[in-house]
């Protein structure tokens, strides 16, 4: 089991950057985590994933060149920087974990955050 908890959501004007964090219970060596985000009236989508080691990422095309995503060393915090926002940004991130390899599927993850809401204003 692990319990995940996200922060650093929070309103920015478009073109700027926000970085949100998501803290587990315990090291996630075993786990490749992603975030996730839903806006309003959407399905939630899948916007980046790192697996165990932190070696390998992986990016939806619509956040490719603008969102990094990282984890620390104690393999406890994983990050998502955002640069350059843009207002269809606004959602909801989730932050979520599976056993071993990474996915872009809602459906392959067990374990996930309450989320943090980000706001990109025009």
């Known amino acids: 089991q692990v319990q995940l908890v996200e922060s650093g959501g929070g309103l920015v004007q478009a073109g700027g950057s926000l970085r949100v964090s998501c803290t587990a219970s315990r090291r996630t060596v075993n786990f490749a985590m992603a975030w996730f985000r839903q806006a309003p009236g959407k399905e939630r989508e899948f916007v980046a994933a790192?697996?165990?080691?932190?070696?390998?990422?992986y990016y939806a095309d619509s956040v490719k060149g603008r969102f990094t995503i990282s984890k620390d060393n104690a393999k406890i915090t994983v990050y998502l920087q955002m640069n350059s926002l843009k207002p269809e940004d606004t959602a909801v991130y989730y932050c979520?974990?599976?056993?071993?390899?990474?996915?872009?599927?809602?459906?392959?993850?067990?374990?996930w955050g309450q989320g943090t809401q980000v706001t990109v204003s025009s």
């Open positions: 790192i697996n165990w080691s932190g070696g390998s990422t």
């Open positions: 979520a974990a599976r056993l071993r390899t990474f996915s872009d599927s809602v459906a392959d993850y067990g374990y």
